[in-house]
C-alpha cells in the first residue's frame, strides 16, 4: 500500500482540517450562543457555563442538562443529570466506531483527544475526507480543535451579548446547522440500498419520539439503524 493511502499524521492535515470545518462555524456560533445565554438565564456562572462547554462539549446534552440543572445537588439529582447526558451522547459510540480504521494505529493519547472532540459536524468532515481516498488524521483533529474553539468563543458570546438575538428562529438560524449536515451528507450518497438504514433510523426515531417521553429515540434510532444494516449486509 502506498504510504499516501496508509493513516498518518501531518500538520498539513491539520491545517486542512481546520479550513473544513469553516462550513459548520454558523451553526456552531448560534447553538452556542443560544446555550451561553440560556446558561447565563439559568443562573450559571461564567465558569460554569464554559466549564459545561468545555469538557461536556455536547449541544443537545448541555440544553437538557440545563432543565435539569439544581442550585443544590443531591445523589439523585447527580445520578440523573449524568444518566441523561450518557444516553443523549450514546449515538457518538457508534460515530466513534466507524473511525476505528482510521484511527487503529494512531497513538493513545490522539486517538483519545480526537474522540473526546468528535462531533456529529467533524465525523461528516472527516467521513468525506476518508471516502474520498484520504488518510491523515491530522484532518480529523485540526477540524475537531477549531470548532471546539468556536464552541466556547459561542458560549462566551452568548453568556454575555446572546439576549440580542432572543429569538433566532424568527431569522431562520435554527436552519443553520440541519442544512449543513444535510449538504455534508450528499456526498455519502451510495444509492438507495446502502440509504435504507439511514431510512429506517429516521423512521424508529420519530415514532419512539412520538410514543415515549425522554431522550430514547436517540439511542432507538442509532441501534435500529445499525441492526438494519447489518440485516441488509
Not at 189 to 218: D, E, R
Request: some cysteine; proline content about 6%.
Amino acid at each position: 500500500m502506498s504510504p499516501a493511502f496508509r493513516p498518518h499524521f501531518s500538520i498539513a492535515g491539520l491545517r486542512h482540517g481546520a479550513r473544513a470545518a469553516l462550513p459548520a462555524f454558523p451553526g456552531f456560533i448560534m447553538f452556542a450562543v443560544a446555550f451561553g445565554t440560556a446558561a447565563s438565564q439559568k443562573g450559571l456562572s461564567l465558569g460554569e457555563t464554559l466549564g459545561l462547554s468545555a469538557f461536556v462539549y455536547a449541544g443537545a446534552s448541555q440544553m437538557v442538562g440545563l432543565e435539569i440543572w439544581q442550585q443544590v445537588w443531591t445523589p439523585s439529582t447527580i445520578l440523573t443529570i449524568v444518566t441523561v447526558t450518557a444516553v443523549v451522547n450514546a449515538r457518538l459510540m457508534l460515530l466513534g466506531a466507524t473511525l476505528q480504521p482510521w484511527l487503529k494505529d494512531e497513538p493513545l493519547a490522539r486517538t483519545a483527544l480526537n474522540l473526546f472532540l468528535l462531533t456529529e459536524a467533524g465525523w461528516l468532515v472527516g467521513t468525506r475526507y476518508y471516502n474520498e481516498g484520504g488518510r491523515d488524521v491530522g484532518v480529523l483533529l485540526g477540524c475537531g480543535v477549531v470548532l471546539w474553539l468556536v464552541w466556547l468563543a459561542g458560549t462566551l458570546m452568548g453568556f454575555f451579548a446572546g439576549a440580542l438575538v432572543p429569538e433566532p428562529r424568527r431569522f431562520g438560524l435554527d436552519l443553520v446547522m440541519p442544512i449543513f449536515f444535510a449538504v455534508m451528507l450528499v456526498p455519502l450518497w451510495k444509492g438507495a440500498k446502502p440509504a435504507l438504514p439511514w431510512l429506517v433510523a429516521g423512521l424508529i426515531s420519530l415514532v419512539v419520539h412520538a410514543l415515549v417521553p425522554g431522550y430514547l429515540f436517540i439511542i432507538a434510532g442509532a441501534l435500529a439503524g445499525v441492526a438494519a444494516g447489518m440485516l441488509i449486509e
